[in-house]
T-cell receptor, first 114, second 110 residues
């Protein structure tokens, strides 16, 4: 009912394999974000999008790529998964965060790289 | 280097007590937001403050934005077990993205 869903919710993958996480929204928000959450680090921005085919890097973008071919879908790809990418990944959507509009978060994807 | 520093990182108190969580930075923010996160879920927005000195109340929770828009506080009066969770502050600095503090894990004991 929140208008944003992430899939899968849980995934275990092997080192060196590519992995794609999906974020889908039904709110027609312009801005979409991928964060990772790790103990002691809070939420760190990986990549974000400000429109179809418009994306930019965040503070921890190395080893990740994104694509947004439709307003409603934002994909995060780990090109060759490493153990350091074991984390909980959150997608978020927003209207205009610097005007005070908050983020709506998905429920997260717990990724384990073995 | 954490752009937003939250303190304390962990807080465990008894039901009925009052508490304050702080969010500090050397940077100025156009707005500051507070989120609460429960295990296995994404953070949920509690409040946004945009004006220096602004105070907002949400039932037993009081949020304040510093006059210089560099810091904020969250005060909970008469804490309840349902207040248990991870509290995150986040600041907007333009470019339509937020930076988050590392969080305060709050436990309210019955």
């Amino acid at each position: 009912d929140a208008g944003i869903t992430q899939s899968p919710r849980h995934k275990v993958t092997e080192t060196g394999t590519p992995v794609t996480l999906r974020c889908h929204q039904t709110e027609n928000h312009r801005y979409m974000y991928w964060y990772r959450q790790d103990p002691g680090h809070g939420l760190r921005l990986i990549h974000y999008s400000y429109g179809v085919k418009d994306t930019d890097k965040g503070e921890v973008s190395d080893g990740y790529s994104v694509s947004r071919s439709k307003t409603e879908d934002f994909l995060l790809t780990l090109e060759s998964a490493t153990s350091s990418q074991t984390s909980v990944y959150f997608c978020a959507i927003s209207v205009l965060p610097d005007r005070g509009y908050g983020y709506t978060f998905g429920s997260g994807t717990r990724l384990t790289v073995v | 280097t954490q752009l937003l520093e939250q303190s304390p990182q962990f807080l465990s108190i008894q039901e009925g007590e009052n508490l304050t969580v702080y969010c500090n930075s050397s940077s100025v923010f156009s707005s500051l937001q507070w989120y609460r996160q429960e295990p296995g879920e994404g953070p949920v927005l509690l409040v946004t403050v945009v004006t220096g000195g602004e105070v907002k109340k949400l039932k037993r929770l009081t949020f304040q934005f510093g006059d210089a828009r560099k810091d904020s506080s969250l005060h909970i009066t008469a804490a309840q077990t349902g207040d248990t969770g991870l509290y995150l502050c986040a600041g907007a600095q333009g470019a339509q993205k937020l930076v988050f503090g590392q969080g305060t894990r709050l436990t309210i004991n019955p």
